[in-house]
Structure formats: C-alpha cells, structure tokens
C-alpha cells in the first residue's frame, strides 16, 4: 500500500463528517455551469498531411467553464498541436462532467465509433479523487482504461494530462483542499510509476502552480479567480495555458516517437 495515502487516510477519518458538510455547502454556493458545445472540430492551415486527435475525460475536458470547446482546453490543444506538428488537425471530444474513470470505460467508451486516430489525450483524476478512489483501485481502472483503448486503436499513442490542481481550488475550504489535494497527488505518483511500464503511454506529470503560470506568462495579477470560471472549473485563460503546455509536452514525445518508428 502506498504509504502516504495509508498516513493520509489515518489524518483524513476524523475529518470526513466536516467535509461532507463543506461539500454540500460549497455545491449549494456554486451554480452548476454546463459543458462546452460543439465537441468537434478542426484546425485546417492547409498544410499536406491530417492529425486526427481524440480527447476523453471529466468536467476539465468538458469544457465546463467555456461555452465553446473551441475555446476550451482541446481547441487550445489542437492549435498547439497543429503549430508544433504542421499538420492540420481534426478533433473530437468525448467527455462527461462527474465521471470517474470507471465511469469513463463503461459510459464513454463504449460510445466511440470512430475507428482511427493518431493520437489520444485524457484528463482524469479530479472525481476519482474527490470520490475518495483508493491508488490500487485508481490504477485498476486506468490500466483497464488503457486496454480499452490499445485494444480499439492498437497503433495510437496514448498521453494523460496533469492532475488538476485542486490545491489551488479557491472555492475549497483549506480542509478539502488537504485531503482532496493531497490524494490527487498521489494518485498523480501512481500514474506516473503506472505509464513508466507502458508502451505508447505517457503522462505529463508535472504540477501545475498559479505562480508558475504566473510567471511564466508574465501575469501579475495575485487573483486567483483569473484562473476560475467558479473557484474551481478552468476559465478560458487556463483552458488556453493548459492546452498550449500539453500540446508541447506531446508534440516533444510524438516527435521522438516518429524518429524511432
């Protein structure tokens, strides 16, 4: 058993009355926001040669946050994508919000006709953590996940997003932010040990921070809410960052990809 998760869970049982309580609350202050129309799309500049981009996952790859997932994390990841790759590129997206990643093998998948992609990207982590989803169950689910996939599409590579920051959730209390937080990194740890062993899989395990994009993008702004259309879904700012660093984490991995095949 993982060791953290085993201390956090001692910590985290006193406290669950107290988050269940601060759960419903923070539901009641937040309006439901819908997810992004049009979950297809393309990026056409004319270039010789077509990358047909697949995107699956929970509420951040929804789009909840943005009407248009044009201007959501996949529009963002398909204009990097197209820049970094010079290829034109045709998108879908498959997503649901609330989904866990079982959700996502028995909901999702099923209802994906398309027979061929060159690629696809997955966001997962935030409701297998707020479920309180254990690492050994967490990985169960992806590796069936990933089989899934390889078995449907057995030449695409396959990439994981970030685990979402839910530490710097500004709609959360400092309790659920622990708990949550901390769980999501882990879970995070057991899917970067879990790609390590996986061919054609890879996960972007770095920790995205405010104070790194903040620096990174020249921001000066100390407001958090920038980043949030509602304390804790992406507003379309993030969506655009977002996209745009995990489209040239990929773009670096398909690269090297392509030179050795």
Known sequence: MNFRYFL?????????????????????????????????????????????????????????????????????????????????????VYAKSGYTVKHVCTKIIPKIKERSFDM??????????????SPKKWISDIDRLVNLLQNNYPATPIFFTNMPPIKEFPAFTKSIRFVIGNLVEILGQELHSFTKNKEAVFYCNEMITLDKWNEKNSLKSNNASIYFSDGMHPSELTYRIWGEEMGEFISKKYKKRSIRN
Request: glycine fraction near 12%.
């Open 8 to 92: 956090g869970a001692i910590i985290s049982i006193p406290l669950l009355p107290l988050l269940y309580f601060q759960g419903k609350n923070i539901r009641k202050r937040i309006p439901k926001l819908p997810e992004a129309k049009n979950p297809e799309g393309s990026v056409n500049t004319h270039f010789n040669e077509t990358l047909h981009l697949l995107t699956i996952g929970e509420s951040t790859i929804a789009g909840v946050g943005v009407e248009y997932h044009q201007n959501g994390f996949t529009g963002a990841l398909a204009e990097t994508l197209s820049k970094k790759l010079k290829r034109n590129v045709q998108w879908k």
């Open 120 to 133: 696809i990207v997955i966001g997962m982590g935030g409701n297998d953590a707020f479920t309180l989803n």
